[in-house]
C-alpha cells in the first residue's frame, strides 16, 4: 500500500547528531537499549565521545563515531558515505546536533557573524542532511518504516529576547519537520519534532541557577528539570512503529512549559 509505515525494518540502525554528550548521548542510550546499532556523530573526538560508545557497548549494541560537522554542507555526502556504511543503512535518523549563542545578550545586538553561524548549524545543516538521506532511502526503495525526528526546542514558540537567532534557528526546525512530513509521507516516511523545555545540560546549565528558581516557583506543572533521558525516551516510542498513522507530530518534552495558564 502506498505511503504505508507498518512493516518495520528487522534491522535497526540509528544515525544520531551530536551525540558525544547530553540529549544525543541520552538519545543514543535509549536507542541502544532496545537492540539498534548507533551510529554516533559529532565534531569532537575526545573521553566524552569515548564514554558514549562504551556507554553504547555496555547496554549490548554494536556503535560506530563518524566525525563531521554537519554545518559544512559540503562535507555532508563524506560523512553519510561513512554513516551508511557503518551497519550497512541507516533506518531512523536523529537530528540532534545544534549550538546556542556564543553570548546572551540584547538581540539589538546581535552581529551577523553569530546569526549566520548559529542558523548553519542549527537548521542549514539538518535541512540538507535530512534531504541527503531521504533522496538516498527513496532511491535505494527503502523508505518504508523508516524515521527521521529533529528536535527542537520550546523557543521555537517562546521568545527568548537574549537569544535571538536560536529562537529563529528552532522556529525554522518546526516548519522543516511539517515540510518533510507532507514531503515524505507518500514514501512511508515518518518525520516527527520532539520539542524539549529546560533540559539539565551543559547548554543550560550557564542558567541553571535562574532555571532553579523559576522551576520552584512554578514554571512549569511538573516542577522538575528535564533529564535528557526524557528526550531519548520519546525519540525511541516515535521510532517504534507505534505511530504509524501519525507523521508531522510535535512531542512536547518540557514538564507542560507549552501549556498555557491563567
Known amino acids: 500500500m502506498s505511503g504505508s509505515r507498518t512493516d518495520i525494518p528487522a534491522r535497526r540502525r540509528l ?123 527513496i532511491a535505494e526503495k527503502t523508505a518504508s518504516g523508516r524515521t527521521l525526528i529533529n528536535i527542537g526546542s520550546a523557543n521555537a514558540d517562546m521568545a527568548s529576547i537574549d537569544r535571538a537567532e536560536y529562537c529563529l534557528s528552532k522556529a525554522g526546525i518546526a516548519m522543516m519537520t511539517k515540510l518533510y512530513a507532507a514531503r515524505l509521507a507518500e514514501a512511508g516516511i515518518g518525520v516527527f519534532e520532539i520539542r524539549p523545555g529546560v533540559i539539565r545540560t551543559e547548554m543550560t546549565a550557564v542558567a541553571g541557577e535562574r532555571y532553579d528558581r523559576l522551576i520552584a516557583g512554578g514554571l512549569t506543572p511538573i516542577r522538575r528539570w528535564g533529564e535528557p533521558e526524557d528526550v531519548g525516551r520519546a525519540a525511541l516510542a516515535l521510532a517504534s512503529g507505534a505511530f504509524g498513522f501519525s507523521t508531522g507530530e510535535v512531542v512536547h518534552v518540557d514538564g507542560g512549559l507549552h501549556i498555557a495558564r491563567l
Open 15 to 137: 544515525f544520531v547528531t551530536g551525540a558525544r554528550r547530553g540529549i544525543g548521548r541520552a538519545i543514543a542510550y535509549a536507542f541502544a537499549g532496545s537492540g539498534y546499532a548507533i551510529v554516533v556523530n559529532d565534531i569532537i573526538d575526545d573521553e566524552a565521545t569515548r564514554e558514549t560508545l562504551e556507554g553504547i557497548a555496555a547496554r549490548g549494541a554494536r556503535a560506530a563515531f563518524v566525525r563531521g560537522d554537519i554545518g559544512d554542507i559540503d562535507g555532508q555526502e563524506a560523512l553519510l558515505e561513512r554513516a551508511f556504511a557503518a551497519f550497512a543503512g541507516i533506518d531512523v535518523l536523529v537530528n540532534n546536533a545544534g549550538i546556542s549563542v556564543g553570548r546572551r545578550g540584547d538581540m539589538l545586538e546581535t552581529v551577523p557573524e553569530s546569526f549566520d553561524r548559529l542558523i548553519g548549524v542549527n537548521l542549514r545543516g539538518p535541512f540538507f542532511l535530512t534531504q541527503s538521506i531521504a533522496r538516498r532511502w
